[in-house]
């Protein structure tokens, strides 16, 4: 679990994340070279967490100073990384998915413990016990059945963790929102135009038979 909420696996989801909008970006007709990725992808825990802090105390920006410290060690890739991005891009997934991480290790431990549990109650199902109630001699029960009751506890809690699980939801967002900001806001996703590009949250020019939802797509596979 503290590998999970490390610094070391926030910033590298970070570059993941970058590496699937680069990716995607590519697919759509973005001129991002396949060097470029491979620099990337060779990078992605090659965290340099002084040089990070060093740009922070200068941009006061933790996004762009991680974003200054990849470029440090991605120079082919430095005018792409984040490009057309926000910082909720990186920011709001990263923290979806480190909770989707802790999640599967809580429920892989609850599996691990119920197994255990339920051999114990079958095997203890017959051993005669006296079972209490408000720290008072109640009546007679088993050890196994007494077991049953903790199993059914933490079937609630699994169900739980489980429901959970299904409501984790990536953040892309279009157009000033999420993943990508208007050319208005700095960044011009679209270079010559021939690209996408956003204006008031609708899609001027896209490439034929791309939309919103196929980037979305894109990159939820990218993140699989």
């Not at 990186?90 to 339920?118: F, P």
């Amino acid at each position: 679990m503290a590998t999970i909420w490390s610094a070391q696996k926030k910033h590298s989801t970070w570059r993941r994340l970058w590496i699937a909008l680069a990716e995607c970006q590519q697919k759509l007709g973005l001129n991002i070279t396949d060097a470029q990725l491979t620099e990337m992808r060779a990078n992605i825990d090659n965290v340099d967490f002084d040089a990070a802090n060093r740009y922070e105390r200068e941009l006061r920006h933790d996004v762009m100073a991680h974003v200054h410290a990849y470029g440090d060690v991605a120079p082919l890739a430095r005018p792409i990384i984040h490009l057309g991005a926000t910082s909720c891009y990186v920011g709001d997934n990263t923290d979806m998915l480190i909770l989707r991480d802790a999640l599967l290790l809580v429920q892989g431990k609850l599996v691990t413990v119920l197994r255990a549990l339920s051999a114990f109650a079958k095997a203890h199902k017959a051993l005669p016990t006296l079972a209490f109630t408000h720290f008072q001699p109640a009546q007679p029960t088993t050890v196994g059945k007494r077991t049953t009751l903790y199993l059914q506890d933490l079937l609630m809690d699994l169900d739980y963790v489980e429901h959970l699980e299904q409501q984790i939801k990536a953040r892309i967002e279009i157009a000033g929102k999420g993943l990508f900001r208007p050319p208005t806001a700095g960044v011009d996703v679209h270079g010559d135009n021939s690209m996408l590009a956003f204006e008031g949250g609708v899609v001027r020019k896209p490439l034929p038979g791309s939309n919103e939802k196929e980037v979305f797509e894109s990159i939820r596979q990218s993140l699989t």
